[in-house]
Structure formats: structure tokens, C-alpha cells
């Protein structure tokens, strides 16, 4: 009778085992698929900006040297050199559009520095570009929540850039405007459809809004090779632009454009009117910089506002679409060594 129990036993464990046992594997496998499966992602998704498909060759200015770094890096280099990072985040991803569109449309155009080795160096020639090792020394303890935002702006832009029928825009910008964009064809003789004077009202909060300079009426004349009647007066604007900057200005019986005026000067803006003051000229501008493309306090003002970084785009690139950049270039495009 023992004997029979015992096996009616073993049977039962055995049923047991044989019902159990492969719902186990099938559960032990399936989560090790599971689990195969989401990692990729995830790192995919973590090293986003170290991935090496498109590399950028910067020529270093300082340093006198090249460096070459995975594209989405060298975007990330930029936006934390050219705007600031306290921005709001559509501001920065509108910033970083705008940088990838600048490199994708330099490299598709073959374009190269330092005889052929480096697609653009690290100045205003170009683009501004720090390092993570510079950043850190610029920005001390504030490097680590700064560099994250900045990447995460990189990251949710990832390969796309800004296009006009169907190539890469002219991608400009500038600090702040006066209120106004100006159209490209009214500073650099070269009109394009994207780049036409739109409305800019969020740039008044900005630190660079207004500014005077004092100089002294003798360097004044130098400067623009005039002479000033009687040290009375100082000229007459004759015309403006449609974003309100000055198109011409007669200066001592000589004619000026405003872009003229503010690069031999060396004013923030071609927005100006001075005044002649016990020999001096006091000179008021509003804006800084060309004005030409995205104004960057404009932009962080309609983020501030809930627009996204789209609707950034669309305001100040007339017209224009984003796309994918590997429509536009293949994944090995290199400078030449």
C-alpha cells in the first residue's frame, strides 16, 4: 500500500514538472527577449550625440589644429557657443536646427578651410564651437545642468535641418532685432525668400535692445573719411529699410548705406540716429546684429510665450519645411585629410 502511494506520488510530481516546466521557459526566454530588445533603445537613445555616422572636421583657431567629431557633437558645440543656455528649450532646438543646416549646407557645397582639411573653423567666420572641456571651464558649476539642456535640445532635433525647395536654407541669425527682421537683399544685395522682414516684439526685454556709443567727432569723420560742416551737423537720413534699419544716410556730401555706417563705426545695429554734443557724436542704436534670419531673443520670447520650436522656424524662415538631413548628404561625407 506504501508502495503505491510513493508512485502515485512520483506521477504526480511528474505531470507537475511536465506542465510547469516549459510555462518557466517559455517566461525565462520571453523576458531575456524582452530585455534584448529594449537595450538597444535605450542606449541607443543615451549616446545619440556620440553616434559617428556624418563627422565634422573643425579647424581650431587657437590651437591651430583639426579636430573631427560625429556631427550631432559639433551641433552641440554650437548651440551651447551661440546662445545661451538659461533660453527656453524651443529656443535652443530652434538654434540647433539652424546650426545643422548651416554644416549640412557647407559640406554639400564642398566648402573646406585650412587647405582642404577642415569643413569650417570654431569663429564667427563660420560658427562659434566650444568643447565640453571648454564649456566646463566657461561655465564652472552650472556645466552639467547647462550641458544637459543643450543636449537634450540636440537630441529631440536630431538629423533634421531647415529647407526652401528642397535644399538647405541660408540658415542666419542674429541677436536682437529693433523690432523687426530685415530682408536679406537689403544688407547683402541677395534676396531670398525665406529671409524677409517679419515682426519681432519680444526682442525689447532683451539686454541688447538699445545701447548708445560716444565718439569723438574727429575719429567720426576719420572713420567714414568725411568732414563735418561747422560741427553742426552730422548728416541726414535719406531712406530706410522695410525693417525699419537705415538704407542710405548722407554724411559730410557723402553717401552712405546703413550697413556702411555701422561696420565702419563698429555699431551693434544699422537701426541709428545720432546727435553732435560738445564734440562729440552720441550715437543710438536698437538691435544688435545684421538682423538678417532668426532673431535668437525673439525666439527664447516666443518660447516663453508656449510657441514651439516649429512655429519658431516657420516666423522667421518664411516658407520653409524640415526635413531629414540624410536626404541631403551621404553618411560618409568627410573634409579631405
Known amino acids: 500500500m506504501k508502495k503505491r502511494h510513493t508512485i502515485s506520488v512520483l506521477l504526480a510530481a511528474l505531470t507537475v514538472i511536465a506542465v510547469v516546466l516549459p510555462s518557466l521557459l517559455v517566461l525565462l526566454f520571453s ?23 556624418v563627422e565634422v572636421a573643425v579647424f581650431r583657431s587657437s590651437l591651430k589644429q583639426v579636430d573631427t567629431l560625429p556631427l550631432e557633437q559639433y551641433v552641440a558645440g554650437v548651440v551651447a557657443a551661440e546662445m545661451p543656455a538659461e533660453f527656453e528649450k524651443e529656443a535652443l532646438k530652434a538654434q540647433a536646427l539652424t ?11 564642398g566648402k573646406t ?22 564649456l566646463k571651464q566657461l561655465w ?24 526652401y525647395d528642397g535644399t538647405p536654407i541660408t540658415a542666419s541669425f542674429f541677436s ?28 525689447e526685454a532683451s539686454p541688447k535692445y538699445s545701447a548708445k ?9 576719420r572713420k567714414l573719411g568725411v568732414s563735418v560742416k561747422n560741427g553742426t ?72 510665450e508656449g510657441k514651439n520650436h516649429k512655429q519658431i522656424i516657420s516666423h522667421y524662415y518664411q516658407q520653409t519645411k524640415i526635413e531629414e538631413a540624410e536626404n541631403f548628404i551621404e553618411e560618409k561625407v568627410t573634409a579631405k585629410k
Open 140 to 163: 564652472g558649476s552650472d556645466f552639467n545642468w547647462k550641458s544637459k539642456k543643450i543636449d537634450e535640445a540636440v537630441r529631440e532635433t536630431a538629423g533634421q535641418i531647415i529647407t
Open 213 to 221: 556709443k560716444v565718439m569723438p567727432l574727429t575719429e567720426f569723420e
Open 233 to 304: 551737423e552730422a548728416g541726414t537720413i535719406t531712406s530706410r529699410t522695410p525693417g525699419k534699419r537705415i538704407a542710405s544716410v548722407k554724411i559730410g556730401g557723402k553717401e552712405f548705406s546703413g550697413r556702411e555706417v555701422r561696420e565702419k563705426l563698429g555699431l551693434a545695429s544699422s537701426d541709428f540716429s545720432w546727435v553732435l554734443k560738445s564734440g562729440n557724436v552720441i550715437i543710438t542704436t536698437k538691435g544688435y546684429g545684421h538682423g538678417v534670419g532668426m532673431s535668437q531673443y525673439g525666439a527664447n520670447g516666443m518660447a516663453k
Open 113 to 134: 578651410v585650412n587647405g582642404g582639411r577642415a569643413h569650417v573653423t570654431d569663429t564667427v567666420n563660420h560658427q562659434v564651437f566650444k568643447t565640453k572641456e571648454e
Open 31 to 53: 523576458s531575456e527577449e524582452e530585455e534584448k530588445a529594449s537595450t538597444p533603445k535605450k542606449r541607443e537613445h543615451e549616446s545619440s550625440l556620440q553616434e559617428p555616422a
Open 99 to 109: 546650426a545643422r543646416t548651416y554644416i549640412v549646407k557647407q559640406m554639400m557645397n
Open 176 to 203: 536682437t532685432s529693433n523690432g523687426y527682421t530685415e530682408n536679406s537683399e537689403d544688407y547683402w544685395n541677395e534676396p531670398l525668400p525665406y529671409l524677409k522682414s517679419v515682426t519681432s516684439p519680444w526682442d
